[in-house]
């Protein structure tokens, strides 16, 4: 089969086409055939071997990427072989992969909070040959979720991973409500958009902010009512406060770590929930505790979506309720030039990999 791979880090240009044997599903396993396969930041920062301009293994706790590498944290297709005692899949069910395995046995992992798990293995991270950059995959039929054929395969890669720590951090831990004001940093990326889409979703207002005025309009057409343009290094905290006549946003979805930390605090009203679900601008920041005890704040820090909530998103996509923004679809011989438009920032949306 053909799949792109990483043989050495590298700028975009150092993925490599090979061909590798098709996947044989194991006793449990269902052997996918991909269709498409969303970009994460994931899969460009693996590539490059940095996280939020550090090493790599600063942000995996130490651990090694394995090279060469098949990335692809979120693929969607069809189920075309199962191995004996699969269970939880058939054969043509059209599935988006759960995109971490956990123990099954933990504390965190009878609870229902498997994303907790201390033994996690992320695909396309923690599985170097194993990805969604290819044209099959084989992983645990029970780690699968289905979707129907009103769904568009590249639509489904688009919300999975995105929305899935989205709606489990705005929904399931700050507890956004309807008429509470949800500020979005970060906006005009995959999770951006899904934040954004979930705010209307439920009838929040949401303020987004993004670094260009190019993606107002579509950020606008996700369903932002208003839009903060502020380039880097610019303060913006205050016009989230005029916005809010002095209040501040209820909840904040800080999506790009230190760059923006300071801003974000700033801008979150007394007794306010910030959802951290992302840090590729910068892991390292300073926080003032009087502030966070002084005003009542919440932090919430947000990895990967329990099964619950990946299950959640899905059922909401298949019943037509999400608007996943799609800005652009590359064929998977093209991933380099996929990871060069995600890493100039010139788009407003999802990026997504197809394979047919």
């Known amino acids: 089969m053909k799949a792109m791979r990483v043989p050495v880090f590298g700028p975009p240009d150092c993925l490599r086409e090979d061909d590798i044997p098709v996947p044989t599903p194991g006793p449990t396993e269902a052997l996918v055939r991909i269709h498409a396969c969303g970009i994460n930041r ?9 996280y939020g301009g550090e090493p790599l293994a600063n942000f995996f706790f130490g651990k090694a990427i394995v090279l060469p590498h098949l990335p692809g944290i979120e693929p969607a297709g069809v189920v075309v072989a199962l191995g004996a005692n699969a269970r939880g899949a058939a054969v043509g069910d059209r599935v988006v992969a759960h995109s971490h395995l956990s123990c099954g046995h933990c504390t ?3 609870a229902g909070h498997d994303n907790a798990c201390a033994e996690i293995r992320v695909l396309g991270v923690q599985t170097p040959d194993c990805g969604g950059y290819a044209e099959y995959f084989c992983w645990p039929a029970d780690r699968l979720i289905s979707y129907g054929e009103g769904l568009p395969h590249t639509t489904a ?21 309807p008429g509470e004001t949800l500020l979005v940093t970060g906006a005009a990326g995959g999770c951006g958009h899904a934040a954004i889409d979930l705010g209307r979703l439920l009838g929040v207002r949401v303020i987004a902010v993004t670094r260009s005025a190019a993606k107002v309009a579509a950020l606008r057409a996700a369903g932002a009512a208003e839009v903060i343009v502020a380039p880097d290094n610019t303060p913006w905290s205050e016009q989230v406060l005029a916005l809010t006549q002095g209040r501040g946003a209820d909840v904040v979805c800080e999506l790009v770590g230190a760059a923006s930390w300071r801003e974000s605090l700033s801008a979150c009203a007394a007794r306010g929930r910030v959802v951290v679900i992302g840090s590729h601008g910068g892991l390292h920041t300073t926080l003032n505790l009087g502030e966070v005890f002084g005003r009542n704040l919440s932090i919430f ?15 909401l996509a298949e019943a037509g309720h999400l608007r996943p923004s799609i800005a652009a679809t590359f064929p998977l011989s093209a991933a380099a030039a996929a990871h060069g438009l995600l890493e100039t920032g010139a788009f407003s949306g999802k ?3 197809t394979m047919t």
């Open 157 to 177: 890669a688009a919300v999975s991973v995105n929305y899935g720590p989205v709606w489990f951090g705005l929904m399931d831990q700050a507890g956004m409500k």
């Open 108 to 110: 965190h992992c009878r």
């Open 301 to 315: 820090g947000i990895t990967r979506a329990p099964h619950t909530a990946m299950a959640r998103v899905m059922q």
């Open 42 to 50: 994931m899969d460009t920062e693996l590539r490059s071997g940095t």
């Open 351 to 353: 990026i997504v990999l």
